[in-house]
């Protein structure tokens, strides 16, 4: 009977290592130069660094609990990978008109509550999010410049596969990260993740 058990849990944990390690981005998504305005009233655009080698653009939101979760992490993967020009940045694209807890206002309280280092920005149109076709918060995009100096999506996914445990987790975005800074191709480059729905505006089913 034990004998069993094992079998089926060792089962599970192949069909979830899977799930992270196996999924491909197949069809490669270009990314063109976005303007935002920032918590600190400054815009940004992907342009303003001008020597970046990528990005990471983590779509977030002030109210989400699973995003709530990851405030201290990104804060240390924006002081990780800043100084190796590959620059983290969180958008905000939640329809403001639906939700007023995702306000600009809440948004700076939300930074200087949570001490967060990387430019917050919203997506008050939500634009930036259908070109990425982000679908939920968090969710991260890793965007590399290609020989041709375009931005692409190299990554799409979780953060970590382990949002209550960062000592336990997987760290699938930085592994990531790691191997675009060394030229290799993105082993697990789209990987699932969990979060609070990005409901866009004038969409059915609100």
């Avoid at 949002?163 to 997987?170: H, L, R």
Wanted: some cysteine.
């Amino acid at each position: 009977m034990r004998k069993n058990k094992l079998i089926v849990v060792l089962f599970i944990i192949s069909i979830s290592l899977v799930s992270f390690t196996n999924n491909v981005i197949t069809n490669e998504i270009e990314i063109t130069n976005f303007t935002l305005k920032s918590t600190k009233n400054k815009q940004v655009s992907l342009s303003s660094y001008k020597n970046a080698k990528g990005f990471i653009v983590i779509f977030t939101c002030n109210k989400c609990p699973m995003a709530k979760f990851y405030s201290d992490r990104l804060n240390v993967i924006y002081s990780k990978y800043k100084s190796k020009e590959v620059h983290l940045i969180a958008l905000n694209s939640m329809d403001t008109l639906a939700y007023a807890e995702e306000s600009f206002v809440l948004m700076q309280k939300k930074v200087k509550e949570e001490k967060l280092k990387f430019p917050y920005l919203q997506d008050k149109l939500q634009l930036v999010a259908k070109k990425f076709k982000a679908t939920h918060t968090p969710q991260a995009f890793v965007i590399w410049k290609n020989k041709q100096g375009k931005w692409i999506v190299k990554y799409k996914g979780a953060i970590d596969d382990n949002a209550g445990d960062a000592k336990n987790a997987k760290p699938l975005l930085a592994n990531a990260i790691d191997e675009l800074l060394i030229n290799k191709p993105v082993t697990a480059s789209e990987t699932e993740s969990f979060g609070c729905r990005i409901f866009y505006r004038g969409e059915k089913g609100m």
